[in-house]
């Protein structure tokens, strides 16, 4: 049985999707880590024909767009690969700390790891217009200028703004929306 209430109802559309690290930690400020994700996003792309609209990765969670026919089992798939690959990450480079702080937020009905990484559910939101992928889209890729890492969404190394960005040829995409 599901613990989440945040169910996919439909295959056919795109999600927009949040994922948090438990307990808030700023893991992805770790560029090994982010780099996991980073791989893996490219791995379900490429080998299970993942639509991936859109990304990015803050210091504790991620946003993206993606669409896939058993979404739900791929996103269960890609949590629980990336989790396994990142606490094998710290404990070869002797991250105690961080483990520590992963032992500790673990829920107790997780009994399968003595570290929890990703908090459970996603928060789906079905997006079947062009205009709340557009909002949507605008929303990912302004996280890293409101929260104040930088000026303009394409400067932030860890998002698909810049991919987007040389789609269109602008020098700042992002300004004429």
């Known amino acids: 049985m599901s613990r989440s209430r945040f169910k996919f109802h439909e295959n056919d559309y795109p999600y927009f ?15 090994h880590i982010a780099k996991i994700v980073l791989e893996s996003f490219r791995f379900i792309q490429s080998e299970w024909d993942v639509k991936l609209y859109g990304y990015v990765i803050m210091e504790n969670h991620l946003h993206c767009t993606i669409q896939h026919k058993e979404i739900s089992k791929m996103i269960k798939s890609f949590k629980s690969y990336t989790a396994k690959m990142i606490i094998d990450s710290l404990e070869k480079r002797g991250r105690t700390l961080i483990l520590k702080k992963l032992r500790f ?7 399968q790891s003595q570290y929890q990484v990703w908090q459970e559910g996603v928060h789906p939101t079905q997006i079947d217009s062009d205009e709340k992928m557009k909002k949507v889209l605008y929303y990912i890729h302004f996280n890293p200028v409101k929260a104040g890492f930088v000026n303009n969404p394409e400067h932030w190394r860890y998002s698909s703004a810049i991919r987007l960005c040389r789609k269109r040829r602008f020098a700042s995409c992002y300004f004429v929306w």
Do not use: A, R, Y
């Open 17 to 31: 999707i949040t994922s948090s690290i438990i307990e808030g930690i700023p893991l992805f400020s770790d560029p």
């Open 105 to 111: 937020g673990k829920k107790m009905h997780k009994k």
